[in-house]
């Protein structure tokens, strides 16, 4: 082979992998733009609710509809059984529970203000997700606060162990 043409196949290789970076960018940038807006329909579906029952359906929804989640829950947290009330809320898969409960099931999963991702103790999972626990093999949890104190946690698993791991981004 001339040192021509083996220049000239040198480049054409790689000439097809940046052909084939590009292809995988613009697939990335396609799949970042599908979720950005679907990221923003959700934010307009969350102001336009005026009640906590509200937002949490838009979300749970979202989640289910849009983003095509396996499972997801929302759990209100409250200092006491007393004062919660499952009167104002009327989503499916809002559950109310005391702050002593949680802590008690999931406290380790609440120790830092950051978003979860990864396996979860078999426990942990059951207390998530109860219709759906044996089937959740990861899940990511997001801690919701009103200042310091811990108002909820929004908690979407899958059935796929690989989906949601501990050295996933969380944004």
Known sequence: ISLVERQVSVLRARNRDMRQRLARLLDTARDNDRLFHKTRQLVLDILAESTVAGVVNATLSSLRDDYQVDTCACLLIAETAGSLSSDTLDAGNVRLETT??????????????????????????????????????????????????????????????DQYRSGSGTL
């Open 100 to 161: 002593s409960d949680t802590h008690a099931a999931i406290g380790a999963l609440l120790h830092s203000r950051q978003p979860v991702c990864g396996h979860l103790r078999p426990s942990e999972t059951a207390f998530l997700f109860p219709d759906a626990g044996s089937q959740v093999q990861s899940a990511a949890i997001v801690q919701l606060f009103d200042g310091d104190t811990l108002m909820g946690v929004l908690a979407i698993g899958s059935f796929d162990a």
